[in-house]
């Protein structure tokens, strides 16, 4: 019998997690059966099961996933000494991620799929718990980054950096929401408003 190379193992793999990924987008996961997936994917129960016990596990995957590459974008931009402006490393990092996961049915597809992802968390302790974790990866992610234009000079010392890395995320997060939730909305967009929030300067009080 031949060898099944790694190669062709990852790229089985990876074709179950975009073949699922674009059933959740696209209905939601608890609209979603491993059925749905099984057509979707054009493979047999067994060989998708020889990767997946199931539904959750795929969806712990995309989720693991999807952490993943945020986090590895941020730590690559805290490397920089300073990162890019916030304005340009928000921004860039959202396109990509966005761009990135495109084929999760259509552009917005991987918006879709956040939203279905937090959802879920209220009712799905094990999500929960791996979102979490995943979370506290990415926010001391954003947190270098913070300490780095913190260290530049460039912002605020006095303002805890994990304060400025959650508001950031928050930015992110919610460009995200809007692009499921009211459509394709350009990355300038997202930008053009950070580009406008850095640009307050301090008022004196007489």
């Known amino acids: 019998m031949a060898r099944v190379s790694q190669e062709h193992l990852d790229a089985r793999r990876r074709q179950i997690l975009d073949g699922a990924a674009r059933c959740f987008a696209r209905n939601g996961f608890h ?12 493979l ?15 969806i712990a995957a ?14 690559e931009a805290a490397l920089q000494r300073p990162p890019e402006p916030p304005d340009v490393l928000i921004a860039g990092v959202m396109e990509r991620v966005l761009a990135g996961r495109g084929m999760w ?9 956040l ?26 992610a954003w947190i270098k980054v913070v300490e780095a234009y ?32 009211f459509g394709e909305v350009p990355i300038e967009v997202l930008r053009n408003g950070l580009r ?10 007489s």
Do not use: C
């Not at 995309?62 to 730590?75: C, P, R, W, Y």
């Not at 992802?117 to 094990?126: C, F, P, Q």
């Open 31 to 42: 609209a979603t059966s491993m059925q749905d997936v099984l057509r979707e994917v054009d």
């Open 44 to 58: 047999s129960a067994g060989a998708v099961y020889r990767y997946f016990g199931g539904k959750e596990e795929l």
């Open 62 to 75: 995309i989720v693991t996933e999807a952490l993943d590459d945020v986090q590895g974008s941020f730590e």
């Open 105 to 113: 049915h259509g552009k917005d597809g991987f918006a879709r799929l």
């Open 115 to 140: 939203i279905q992802v937090w959802t879920e968390t209220l009712r799905n302790d094990k999500l929960a718990a791996l979102m979490r974790e995943g979370y506290g990866r990415v926010r001391e």
């Open 150 to 181: 913190q260290e530049a000079g460039l912002m605020r010392a006095d303002i805890p950096a994990s304060d400025v890395a959650r508001t950031m995320i928050a930015a992110a997060q919610g460009f995200a929401a809007q692009q499921a939730l």
């Open 196 to 205: 406008g929030l850095m640009s307050m300067g301090e008022q004196k009080i």
